[in-house]
């Protein structure tokens, strides 16, 4: 990049404040299941109507090369002016190398990385590695929150986002519900000790699995969050999670971007 010059990469954070009315803020639905061409665009149209700026559409890791040309077109169909439409993958791994080496090979095709939860090995790579974007339900198939304190300083020292996945609470049931809103308990509260980025989302296949932003805030509050927190959860951070992936490239090191000398001016 012509005239460039090296800078420190501010840590990345945001701290929001919700002012005025929600309806000022920008949401986003931070996961949507990728499907086929017609299911992905009623998602992203549905998406769009109950009132959400953007979503990202997450594509698993085995069709993701297959498919992930649809992106493109989907961004400029007519139905979803004004959305903003990002790219994900799911990946899932058995183990901590398995994850290393499938995060290394997506990395730089996708927008943003996104890895399953629910193995206590890879939930702690995941934490552990800055090029991890999301880790998704960190709970999933357990019988605690699949968090603790070591993972929680990893996941705020590596900006790595915690997914809390809705409709693991509206599609379950009595025992298992209550199981699950006790995890999202216990990973509010390392949360708000140690300040990992916390996403709220849909992981939405179907429109039947969307709901408006004011209905998910207001769910949030079944397991203890605040407006001001399940606000930040589905707007500030995703918005700022979105920013710094478009950063990336500019990346030279941990910590360092290059920028151009012009745009300081």
């Given at each position: 990049m012509g005239g460039s010059s090296l800078m420190k990469f501010a840590d990345f954070h945001e701290d929001a404040q919700i002012t005025g009315s929600s309806r000022q803020m920008k949401f986003f639905d931070f996961h949507l299941q990728a499907g086929d061409h017609d299911s992905s665009l009623r998602l992203l149209a549905e998406a769009s109507r109950l009132g959400y700026h953007g979503a990202v559409l997450v594509f698993p890791d085995e069709t993701y090369s297959r498919i992930q040309p649809e992106i493109e077109v989907l961004r400029d169909d007519p139905e979803i002016m004004g959305l903003e439409v990002a790219s994900g993958v799911m990946i899932e791994a058995s183990n901590p190398r398995d994850m290393r080496r499938k995060v290394n090979r997506f990395r730089r095709k996708v927008d943003l990385v996104y890895v399953s939860g629910g193995n206590l090995k890879v939930n702690r790579a995941a934490c552990e590695n800055p090029r991890v974007d999301v880790?998704?339900?960190?709970?999933?198939?357990?019988?605690?929150?699949?968090?603790?304190?070591?993972?929680?300083?990893?996941?705020?020292?590596?900006?790595?986002?915690?997914?809390?996945?809705?409709?693991?609470?509206?599609?379950?049931?009595?025992?298992?519900?209550?199981?699950?809103?006790?995890?999202?308990?216990?990973?509010?509260?390392?949360?708000?000790?140690?300040?990992?980025?916390?996403?709220?989302?849909?992981?939405?296949?179907?429109?039947?699995?969307?709901?408006?932003?004011?209905?998910?805030?207001?769910?949030?509050?079944?397991?203890?969050?605040?407006?001001?927190?399940?606000?930040?959860?589905?707007?500030?951070?995703?918005?700022?999670?979105?920013?710094?992936?478009?950063?990336?490239?500019?990346?030279?090191?941990?910590?360092?971007?290059?920028?151009?000398?012009?745009?300081?001016?």
């Open positions: 880790l998704s339900a960190p709970y999933s198939s357990r019988r605690d929150a699949g968090m603790n304190h070591v993972l929680a300083r990893e996941a705020a020292r590596n900006r790595v986002a915690v997914e809390l996945v809705t409709t693991d609470i509206m599609g379950s049931w009595l025992k298992v519900r209550a199981r699950v809103l006790e995890y999202f308990r216990d990973i509010l509260k390392l949360h708000r000790k140690f300040d990992f980025p916390l996403l709220l989302s849909s992981r939405a296949s179907s429109i039947y699995d969307l709901r408006t932003p004011r209905d998910l805030m207001n769910l949030a509050g079944c397991f203890g969050m605040s407006t001001r927190e399940a606000g930040r959860a589905l707007s500030s951070t995703p918005s700022s999670i979105i920013e710094y992936s478009r950063k990336r490239p500019f990346m030279i090191a941990d910590g360092v971007m290059l920028v151009d000398d012009e745009e300081q001016d």
